[in-house]
């Protein structure tokens, strides 16, 4: 954030957090005032700076359950406008000058990254959540430690969209490529997890878009959106797989293994096997 010029706001997410006005305050009737949340209050301020990037930072996202307090943002989250509703938490007399009949824009510019910890006594992340977001685990993040210094820049919304929108259009994708993730994805849908076939369509062909866009070799990328697959949907106690599955699944990653650089995904396919064998 600070590299590119962003905002950026932590949130801790507790594991008390039940429903959206643990998310975004609430009106206290005693005082006749609206306690608002760092998290509404990020957003808020977004709306007098709707040319610079907001990013808001859910750490430990699932130490409470993401789809109940995080519904008014998942439930608009492929809306044109995204419309955070406090009307009926405030007087109507003590409207927000930016948020006219206590409805506030949740504009574009405002970015949501969620850290996910996978230990006992957190909660499963659903399925329609993963669909919505773009995974990245940070166990496979190298950083080599003689980093050069570089010089910050400054990137604005609308550079960043026009950046992103020529990188979608102009990105050409290997036809092979496409198909090999298309039929493994057909696969992982049919015996493990129910997968909108369009939605699924529209977010690998964005993600390896993007990925080439920012200098990533093609071979790489494949391997990185299937191991974002396995690592949201598979990689978990208490999804129900078939060994006999995973097997010819890491068959199947095995023999395009030195063509896509399949490693991570083979390793990550071994892992659920040694669980179950555990288990």
């Not at 990245?136 to 010089?151: H, P």
């Not at 026009?162 to 496409?178: T, Y």
């Not at 949907?233 to 129900?240: P, Q």
Request: charged content about 30%; some cysteine; overall charge negative.
């Amino acid at each position: 954030a600070k590299f590119t010029g962003a905002d950026c706001t932590d949130i801790d997410v507790l594991p008390g957090w039940r429903d959206e006005k643990d998310l975004i305050g609430f009106y206290n009737d005693y005082s006749k005032t609206f306690h608002a949340t760092p998290f509404l209050t990020s957003v808020y301020k977004s709306t007098y700076r709707t040319n610079t990037m907001n990013l808001i930072v859910m750490d430990e996202i699932n130490n409470a359950r993401v789809e109940k307090y995080f519904a008014p943002i998942i439930n608009q989250i492929n809306s044109d406008k995204k419309i955070i509703d406090i009307q009926s938490e405030i007087d109507d007399e003590k409207y927000p000058l930016n948020a006219p009949f206590g409805l506030l824009d949740c504009a574009d510019n405002n970015w949501f990254i969620g850290v996910e910890v996978r230990d006992e006594g957190k909660y499963r992340i659903p399925e329609k959540v993963y669909g919505i977001a773009t995974v990245v685990d940070v166990r496979v993040c190298k950083v080599d430690e003689k980093v050069d210094y570089v010089k910050p820049i400054t990137v604005n919304y609308l550079s960043f969209i026009r950046a992103k929108k020529q990188a979608l259009e102009n990105a050409v994708l290997d036809k092979k490529e496409l198909e090999f993730i298309d039929k493994l994805c057909a696969f992982m849908n049919e015996h493990f997890v129910s997968l909108d076939k369009d939605a699924r369509e529209n977010k690998y062909k964005n993600f390896l878009k993007m990925f080439y866009a920012c200098g990533g070799d093609s071979k790489v990328g494949v391997n990185k959106y299937l191991y974002s697959l396995l690592t949201s949907y598979l990689d978990d106690s208490s999804i129900a797989v078939n060994k006999k599955d995973l097997k010819y699944l890491k068959s199947r990653l095995i023999v395009r293994s030195e063509e896509y650089r399949m490693q991570e995904s083979i390793d990550m396919v071994d892992k659920m096997i040694e669980r179950m064998a555990k288990d």
